[in-house]
């Protein structure tokens, strides 16, 4: 198990740009396939971004493509999402989670951070 947890939320004009951090603790970070995925009001969770354990392998939702990049270091058990050109529909929770699988599917993701507000106006 590994424990998470997110910062780096905030409210930005669109535009604009952010970067949420994930911080990790308990067993090895670097055993986990990480992903962010968010939550609008009244929608699904739905992925985002996904990093393999070493961090050369990276994915990405249609929707974010060439906006967000994903990135890790092992060295400090972190994951990042570098969000840029926000539009107000990427206003949302934001989840960092963990997998011992790569993956898209949220049901394969065992642990999961709290979560972390970003809201884009327009």
């Known amino acids: 198990q590994v424990q998470l947890v997110e910062s780096g939320g905030g409210l930005v004009q669109a535009g604009g740009s952010l970067r949420l951090s994930c911080a990790a603790s308990?067993?090895?970070?670097?055993?986990?396939?990480m992903a962010w995925f968010r939550q609008a009001p009244g929608k699904e969770r739905e992925f985002v971004a996904g990093?393999?354990?070493?961090?050369?392998?990276?994915y990405y939702a249609d929707s974010v493509k060439g906006r967000f990049t994903i990135s890790r270091d092992n060295a400090n058990n972190t994951v990042y999402l570098q969000m840029n050109s926000l539009k107000p529909e990427d206003t949302a929770v934001y989840y960092c989670?963990?997998?011992?699988?790569?993956?898209?599917?949220?049901?394969?993701?065992?642990?999961w951070g709290q979560g972390t507000q970003v809201t884009v106006s327009s």
């Open positions: 990093i393999s354990r070493s961090g050369a392998s990276t």
């Open positions: 989670a963990a997998s011992l699988v790569p993956s898209l599917l949220k049901t394969l993701y065992n642990d």
């Open positions: 308990g067993r090895t970070f670097s055993s986990y396939n």
